[in-house]
């Protein structure tokens, strides 16, 4: 199938392309990395009356060093995050580089991958356990919010139809802080069909665990990172994570608690390594 007809547009600047995103109440789309628009519009799951090429807006290019974080702008690709290697932030090169195929990183934006919101994604999982959050801009202001409440559903955000994410800000690792992220997939490139990521930084006084694909939105394991930070990574049996999983999300099923507990344990042993 092809796309059904649209009108095109690609503004200079963030406040045209807000503009016309309020022109157009609710009947447009951004278009920044297509990876996963094209797709939906080809299929005709996506049909808007406009289309709004966002991909060569400045403001949504900038990888800022702030100091305790870092800001990256929402239509820097998954290959530059995975080139880059920012200081304090090394899990977001972890990350990108494990994200679908090479082409795919060359075009497919952070940015795009938070505001589409597939449960299957890598980046709600791991920007909710970095602690991230987004800042967005509408005709009536900035605000910001945490990754994990952007997170609604399954392809469902807060985001409203005027708004778009203008950059996402990272808080950095300290010296001490680990990280682990693990992903089961069919085959190298696909998405995950589970997917944990976690986060412990004691300078800090964070101590965060998510388990992603499995349910419409990321799954804070709040107890089970509560105790980790307690005990140590080393101390989460595979029997502890998966007594932690059945009171965090009762209702998986007999396979799913088992791949569950094996990417949350995965992800566990990376953040035990010396």
Known sequence: MKAASFDYVRPGEVAEALAALGRAAGSAKLLAGGQSLAPMLNLRLARPRLLIDVSRLTALQLMEDRGSAWRIG???????????????????????????????????????????????????????????????????????????????????????DDELIETIDVPK????????????????????????????????????????????????????????????????????????LAQAVPDLDAVERRMASAVVTRALQQVGKP
């Open 74 to 160: 929402a239509g820097v690709t998954h290959a530059r995050l995975e080139d880059a290697r920012l200081a304090g932030a090394p899990m977001l090169s972890t990350v990108a580089g494990g994200i679908a195929y090479r082409a795919v990183r060359n075009r497919g934006t952070i940015g795009g991958s938070l505001a589409h919101a597939d449960p299957a994604a890598d980046w709600p999982t791991a920007l909710a356990a970095l602690g991230a959050a987004v800042n967005i801009v509408s005709p009536r202001g900035p605000r910001a919010m945490p990754v994990e409440e952007l997170i609604e559903g399954a392809f469902a955000t807060g985001l409203e």
């Open 173 to 244: 690792l300290s010296s001490g802080g680990r990280f682990g992220h693990y992903k089961f997939s069919r085959k190298t490139g696909d998405f995950a069909e589970a997917s944990a990521a976690a986060l412990f930084d004691p300078a800090r006084g964070i101590a965060r665990i998510f388990l992603g694909a499995m349910r419409a939105r990321p799954q804070p394991l709040d107890a089970l990172a509560e105790r980790v930070a307690r005990e140590g990574a080393w101390t989460a049996t595979p029997e502890k994570v998966a007594a932690a």
